[in-house]
């Protein structure tokens, strides 16, 4: 590990809970998360009628932010940042509470404008994922954060002054909830969206969702539907799920809702709000889907500490490998950049003429993924690296990948290391779509003959020219050595690829000298 990383703290002050994320950066603005903690707080429904957070509640919070701090000195962090979002915003006297919560603790409380929450998360969303037009529903405790983008710009945003706590506390009523109540709050929400007519102006669009209402809904409908990962990130919410939880939520008991699986039960009573909340925006919007993020506000906040600008789709990708091959010491950069090329070269030759544009550029990706990372498990142990790899790509894997593509990337490195014989079997064929398997085994040997063609790693070989010819893949090469050990693995890697293409793979070394 480098020496030369720097660790942020954020802290998130937010109407419902109160989170701390440590982040540790690289100078060239590669990061990841390294510690994380949240306490429930719940400060919309401490704000008296006169809309005052009162002493008692301020001081309540106190020992919490002390605390993170303390974990934000012994963590090293150069930087903290304490963001405070609707219920401080909205409280009559903000300004106090911003004031004694900085003697108290010692640390700048910068409270956010609804437009710069709304901001923040975009950018937090945007560096997870390479969608390029869309909605994005932020649900907190005290507020609603509403955001279109275009073209990966912000065009509109709005902060509605409802969220699932202060919801809960004006038209929750008894447990469980009624008809009359459900109807009350749909057509305050409704009231509120029909001021912005924008919000009606795009349908078709994805409505991709922040906070733990919808990160809640996405772990229910996982296992109710038992699908066969566990990730957050990039899990879809259809029409028809969203209308089932709709339906189930607000007239199940308390007691009842505590019980499902998924359901954390200090978010039992909250859930019905904000399920009311999503559907409502849902529809009004006109979304084709509702997206889980797993990047939101705190990640913007830390890209606005470290001057990281949005991505263009084409570089979310290539950051995050390149960011997570930042933390590992010795990861030879120059190799997996020579594998990628070569992968992407052979991919261009084999499939030129045939696939369709979207399906060459979702080759490309997979190819990328898994050429710059297929070596990543060997940071768990170097033995049996691949192994480790597939683990990670399907349980930690790139947030720029869907959960298919996730799937394909494992499958692509185990095959390519298993000499075309492994893949994708159980209860993940469910992700994958018709042609799949086939196409695991195809793209695995042209890894595996990327990877052979620096075996050892010295970027000592080049392809001089690729190309079909009478039922065989010709590979003129130049080599800067003998290339003994490319020489090797390259016998290996044609017999996975004779099984995937039902071709030859044949190849010519031309020494440096000669060319």
Known sequence: MTNNLARTG???????????????????????????????????GKIN??????????????????????????????????????????????VRIAERLKAEIGLEIEILTGEQEAYFGFIGVAAGMETKDGFIIDIGGGSTEITLFRDRQLQHSVSLPIGAVNAQLKYGGPDPWGQADTARLQQEIERLLSEHKWLAEHPGLELIGLGGTIRTLGKLDQRRRKYPVRLAHHYRLDAE???????LLPYLPLEKRKAL???????????????????????????ACCVVSGT????????????????????????????LLAFHAGAPLGHFR???????????????????PEKAAETRRLLFASSMLYKIGGAIRYHQYDKHTSYW??????????????????????????????????????????????????LGSLLEIAIALDASETQSVEIKEARLQDGALLLRLKCRSRAYLETS??????????????????WELIPSSTC
């Open 296 to 323: 939101g506000l705190r990640e913007g906040l830390l890209m606005d500490t470290l001057g990281i600008g949005v991505p263009e789709p084409a570089e979310v990708l290539a950051r995050q490998a390149y960011g």
């Open 261 to 287: 699986d998924g359901l954390p039960k200090s978010r039992a009573d909250i859930i019905v709000p904000g399920m009311i909340l999503l559907q409502t925006v849902f529809r009004h919007t006109g979304a």
């Open 49 to 94: 009628r006169e809309g005052i957070l009162e002493e008692q509640a301020i001081l309540g919070i106190v020992p919490v932010l002390s605390q993170f701090r303390e974990i934000c000195e012994v963590y090293g962090c150069r930087t903290v940042r304490v963001a405070a979002t609707a219920a401080i915003r909205n409280a009559a006297n903000s």
């Open 489 to 506: 693995r390259l016998e290996g890697a044609a017999k996975s690829f004779k099984k995937a293409w039902k071709l030859r793979l044949e």
């Open 393 to 442: 790509l399907l349980h930690a894997p790139l947030g720029a990948l869907s959960h298919r593509e996730a799937v394909l990337c494992a499958a692509i490195v185990d095959c390519a290391a298993g000499g075309g014989k492994k893949g994708i079997d159980g209860e993940l064929e469910r992700l994958l779509e018709e042609g799949d398997p086939e196409r695991i085994r195809e």
């Open 338 to 356: 020579q594998v990628s090329r070569f992968a992407e070269r052979l991919s261009a030759v084999m499939e030129a003429g045939g696939p369709a």
């Open 10 to 44: 954020i802290i998130d002050i937010g109407s419902n809970s109160i989170r701390l994320a440590i982040y540790e950066a690289t100078p060239e603005g590669a990061y990841r998360l390294v510690n994380e903690n949240k306490e429930s707080a719940r400060l919309s």
């Open 241 to 247: 799920s969203l209308a089932y939880y709709a339906d």
